[in-house]
């Protein structure tokens, strides 16, 4: 095996006959989790710099090491190197790396928004969990029907807030408070409420108001309930086939 086939098969997800490989992911694990302990706190301890220091020089050691062996992941022989700077996981890893701009060059002020891609870093995950992996594919394969449901979703939220802020009046008769004073307000509301959530701060006053809360509560529950099902069904079909899979992978091996 030479040295770059080597170097994929240490940086990919660990496998259990390889102490590298599963070390590699325990070092990247810690990485992680370190480089996300500064969004904790609301003060900046000098240690934090240390931290964001090596977690990123890590970070940039895995970018560069998965960059050179991503013929072997993409499997599109010298394209993949020109491929594997636009994948999701690599622009997530390049994003993640992004916050140590504001440490190389603190006088860059507009830099400090890159703290933002800290968050990112969380996705990093991803490729180290294989129920993760697996709800993606699912995501995946389902995204036509998900994507109708969503689309329905904001159109009801949109005509229901519509109807809410014209049906509800502005300016309550009795306490003179506005309960409705933009449309934004009504679609924040009407999203609360399909999501079943209802945090109260905004509510009808009107019977009219209260009649089309109550019909938004109720498609609510049906609309968040129709994707859940769809992934549930289609994660549980994934899995059964896998399993299936591994079944087969096994009894090869034994025969």
């Given at each position: 095996m030479d040295c770059r086939k080597r170097l994929y098969v240490i940086v990919e997800k660990g496998r259990?006959?390889?102490?590298?490989?599963?070390?590699?992911?325990?070092?990247?694990?810690?990485?992680?989790?370190?480089?996300?302990?500064?969004?904790?706190?609301?003060?900046?301890?000098?240690?934090?710099?240390?931290?964001?220091?090596?977690?990123?020089?890590?970070?940039?050691?895995?970018?560069?090491?998965?960059?050179?062996?991503?013929?072997?992941?993409?499997?599109?022989?010298?394209?993949?190197?020109?491929?594997?700077?636009?994948?999701?996981?690599?622009?997530?890893?390049?994003?993640?790396?992004?916050?140590?701009?504001?440490?190389?060059?603190?006088?860059?002020?507009?830099?400090?928004?890159?703290?933002?891609?800290?968050?990112?870093?969380?996705?990093?995950?991803?490729?180290?969990?294989?129920k993760i992996e697996l709800l993606w594919g699912v995501l995946k394969k389902e995204k036509k029907v998900l994507l109708s449901v969503l689309g329905f979703a904001v159109f009801y939220v949109f005509v229901t807030a519509l109807v809410m802020f014209n049906a509800e009046p502005h300016v309550n008769p009795e306490t003179g408070t506005t309960t409705f004073r933009t449309f934004f307000d009504a679609l924040y509301w009407a999203t609360v409420t399909l999501t079943t959530v209802g945090y109260g701060d905004l509510c009808p006053t009107s019977d009219l108001g209260r009649f089309v809360s109550m019909l938004s509560s109720l498609f609510g529950v049906a609309i968040i309930a129709l994707p859940s099902g769809v992934i549930t069904a289609s994660y549980l079909e994934e899995l059964r086939s896998r399993r299936e899979e591994d079944e087969r992978g096994t009894s090869d091996e034994e025969s």
């Open positions: 259990r006959s390889d102490v590298l490989s599963i070390a590699y992911d325990c070092l990247m694990f810690v990485a992680i989790l370190v480089s996300i302990v500064s969004l904790m706190f609301v003060e900046d301890y000098p240690i934090f710099k240390w931290f964001e220091i090596v977690t990123v020089t890590i970070f940039i050691l895995d970018y560069i090491f998965r960059w050179c062996t991503a013929d072997f992941k993409l499997g599109k022989g010298k394209w993949s190197f020109l491929l594997y700077p636009v994948t999701p996981m690599a622009i997530i890893d390049l994003l993640s790396i992004l916050p140590a701009l504001s440490i190389l060059k603190p006088g860059f002020k507009i830099l400090r928004i890159t703290r933002l891609f800290k968050v990112l870093r969380m996705f990093k995950f991803l490729r180290y969990s294989d």
